[in-house]
Structure formats: C-alpha cells, structure tokens
C-alpha cells in the first residue's frame, strides 16, 4: 500500500468517527509501523493492550461493544490503580512492555511525554481540535502537535445540604465568594468563647480538606492566570509567577483561602481541628462541600438520607474569570509500541460520541467533546450542571500532582500557624514547583 492510500485510510477513519472533514496525513508515518490484516479503515483485526484508571467493569462493556463490532480485533484492558499508575508505566515503558494506549490527564503527559506519539499540526489543524473538544484540550497539545484525544471531564463541584440552609432561612445556595462570606454569620455556629460549634465551609487549612489542590488551582484560574504556559519555540513548560500579570493575583489566593481558617475574620468557619470536610458533610453536618462530580454516588449511597443537592463551585465577584477545576482523562498511543498502526485506527473509536456517551449516561462525569457537552441530558439538572462546570473546567501542567500537594499542605499548615505569610507560602510552593518542572523538561 502506497503513502497515498494510507494517507486516504487514515482520512476515512477520522471523518467517519470524528466528523472531521480534514485530510490526516498522520497516516504516512503512523501506518507504517505495525501490522493489521486489512487496508480498509473500517476494519480492525489485531491485538491491543490498553492500561487506565477507571474501573474495569465500567469499560469492559464498551471495549466489549468494539470487539463486538470487530470480530477480529482483541483489546485486552488492565485496570490501574491511581496512586500507582505512573510508576507501572514507567516500569513497563522500560522493561519494553508498556501498553500501546494508555490513559492520560495533564500530569501523565509531563511524566510520559517521549514515550507518547505526537501528532502534528500538519496533520491535525489546531483549529479543528479545539472546536472538537472543550478549552481545557490545550493541555493535550504542546508545541510540535497533539499528544492524546480526550474523553472525560470530572469537574468541581459544590454539595449543599438544603436542611442546614432551610433551617437559616437561606433560599439558595451562593454564586460568588462574597456571597458565601455573606452566609457564615448565619451558617458557622460558635460558642460563647469562640470555639466551632458547625461549619459553613471547609476552606483556610492543610489536612482536613480533601481537595486542598483543587481548590486553590480553582481560585488561581479564576484570577485569570493559567499556572502554566507552553513556550511555542523551544516546547518547554513555564510557570506564569513572573509575569506581572499574573504573580500577585494569584498571591492573593493564598492569603485569601487561609482566611477561611482565621478566627479573627468574618470568613472564619474552619480549623484544624476539625474532621475530614467529606465525612462532616456525609454526616449531615457540614452546609457546604466542594468535591468532584463524580464523588456523587458514593456519598448519596453512605448516607441515603442526606437531603443534598450539587451547584456550582462559587466565582470570584467583580473582574473574575468563571473557571473551575477539572479532571480531563484521554488517551494516547506509545510511541514504541510495535501495533501503532491499529492504535491509530483504534483510538478516535475509543473518543468517538457513541463510546464516550455510553459511559457517561451511567456515570456523574461529564463528556470531553463539545458536541456531546451542548446537548445535557433534558431530565437530569445535576448532570446538566456537571457538563456546563466542564465547559468552563481547567487545569495546568502540573509535573506531580501528588508531590505537588505535599508541599501545598505543608505550605499552608506554615501559613495557619503563623511560621510564614501567605506570600512567602505562595512563592515556596511556586519555587518546589518551578524545580519538578525543570527536571522534567524534554532535554
């Protein structure tokens, strides 16, 4: 087969299962490598073996749907565990027996960034990808061409306990910071000596809250600084502290979350003595909680009898950007794996409506395409609410999310207990970063 009929193949595939009316000439270094038993696009024969986080019994039925389809082709998936799943890749990547496609989020592609196939923008416009997928696909290309398609968002989101807010007299839940400062007076209850007796909201301290980072990267994208930029002429990753633009916004969000944690400010509704902010709101006994999406059913099945509701994660009031955090899961191809060729073919099935649709009409998690985001499910509010927080979800190049945290706690356990200010917090925290990211940097 000759580069012009493999680029014509290729063409076909992304056209039937993107809609895209664009020529892909990734077929002509894609398709060279690796075997499959037919030219014709839309059959798939082969074995693949794919690795990812969500859980098997989730995805089994839709790979089982493409092995239906394609009764030549094998897909056998392995379900990872997340706190270990870039370490496998790693150990696999350098025992030679890594997977040909992989699941990715942001953080994946700073650590497995060379073993990752690129597409170029030759091959694939810019333009067309970003008006196939939401905004926060920006963080699937770098500088040389897209290195993954995207599947799921999981954004922020707020739980609200409606008792404790009818039991105040409170209608509806805040749209804004400043209004949820407003609500604390009624919602944060204390003894005669000022000691927490309920809480508003866990914000301002290190170990108690469960989405420490994601919070404080939520209010940092609000300000409108995007954590992370790409260079487009060398390809590197730069954090946006620097710039004048940015750097002393996003100062203000540290001084501006631990003041949540202050006893001496009328925001002050949480301590470190508390207990986990997930297990007091499962309790029935925290007003406010800011979780992911997806974290739905597991709190309605620990406690049937929460009478709770989901909104969105509050906005900074005047001059502030409408923006939230989220978890964008995708896929990618190893660039060394020996079945390239069926994996190109494979993937755009596997990021298609009906694969991704499927999953998320079962699941509280949010669609990555844009088609799908601009048409909610008409009878389920809370989802309809999930698929606009993706819409406007974020994220940045993080190099560690894990380490990166650590030092995000330990930053703000220096803050609450008075050892640094929230500026020399922010500056360690950014300067700890500044280093992972250094030592990642393609060489």
Known sequence: MDNKSKQKI?????????????VIALGIFALNKGTTTSDDPTVLAG???????????????????????????????????????????????????????FMITPETIMKQRSRLLTIPYTSFPQKTFKETFADQVRLFMLSDGIVGFPMLIDPLVMYVNRDIL?????????????????????????????ALQSSMIALGTADNITHISEIITTLILQTGDPITVIVPQTGEIQLTHKSAEYGNLANSVFDFYTSFSDS??????????????????????????????????????KNPNLNMDVTYVPILGAG?????????????????????NLAVRVLPEMTSNEFINAYTSTHYIAPARRDLLATPPKD??????I????????????????????????TMRSITTGSIDPVTGYNNWISDMSTKLTDIQPK
């Open 166 to 194: 009818s039991d105040n007299f409170i209608v509806s839940p805040p749209k804004t910071w400043e209004s949820l400062i407003e609500m604390n007076s009624a919602l944060t209850k204390k003894t005669p000596t000022g």
């Open 10 to 22: 290729f063409q076909i595939v992304l056209m039937s299962i993107f809609g895209l009316g664009v």
């Open 320 to 340: 502030g950007k409408k923006m939230v955090y989220g978890d964008m899961y995708g896929w990618g191809i190893n660039k060394f794996s020996k079945n390239t």
């Open 264 to 301: 001496t400010t009328n925001q002050y509704s949480w301590n470190s003595g508390q207990e986990n902010d997930l297990k007091l709101f499962t309790a029935g006994k925290l007003a406010f909680y800011i979780g992911l999406a997806s974290e739905l059913p597991d709190i309605a099945e």
């Open 380 to 385: 389920d509010a809370i989802k309809g609410l």
């Open 47 to 101: 074995n693949l073996t794919v690795w990812g986080t969500l859980p098997y019994r989730d995805i089994k039925g839709l790979l089982d749907g493409l092995r239906t389809t394609h009764k030549d082709l094998k897909v056998t998936d392995t379900e990872k565990k997340t706190k270990t799943y870039d370490t496998e890749l790693v150990n696999a990547f350098a025992s030679g027996i890594g997977p040909d496609i």
């Open 387 to 410: 698929y606009n927080s993706a819409i406007i979800s974020g994220n940045f190049w993080n190099p560690d999310k894990s380490a990166v945290t650590n030092v995000l706690r330990d």
